[in-house]
């Protein structure tokens, strides 16, 4: 699942900028299994939503410029009644003992 992978990418970039072992770019890049170009665009979309992440041609790592910290997670639960009518405007398909959903065709 793309965003799991997504959540797992951006744990694993925070741990190794934190711990300022990122590596070049393109080792970097390999070991979050994305490209090169991609690295680049996930970095700088982290840094448009204030992430301070800096990189040291010296060391040949990234590194944050300040102490930061990143907490990206999910989870998983069932919804009660309550919040499943919330979601679903009160309609609740499983209540209509229904064992399909219609399908609906648009015809101009």
């Not at 300040?66 to 679903?88: D, G, M, Q, Y």
């Amino acid at each position: 699942m793309k965003l799991i992978e997504y959540v797992e990418r951006i744990n694993l970039l925070h741990k190794l900028i934190d711990e300022r072992r990122t590596g070049c770019p393109e080792k970097l890049a390999k070991r979050l299994k994305i490209s090169k170009g991609r690295l680049y665009q996930f970095i700088e979309e982290l840094r448009l939503l204030g992430v301070p992440i800096c990189y040291s041609r010296n060391l040949e790592t990234y590194y944050y410029e300040v102490e930061f910290e990143i907490a990206a997670n999910l989870s998983f639960r069932p919804l009660n009644t309550a919040e499943s009518r919330k979601i679903n405007a009160g309609f609740r398909i499983h209540e209509l003992n229904i064992n399909f959903l219609p399908t609906l065709i648009f015809v101009e």
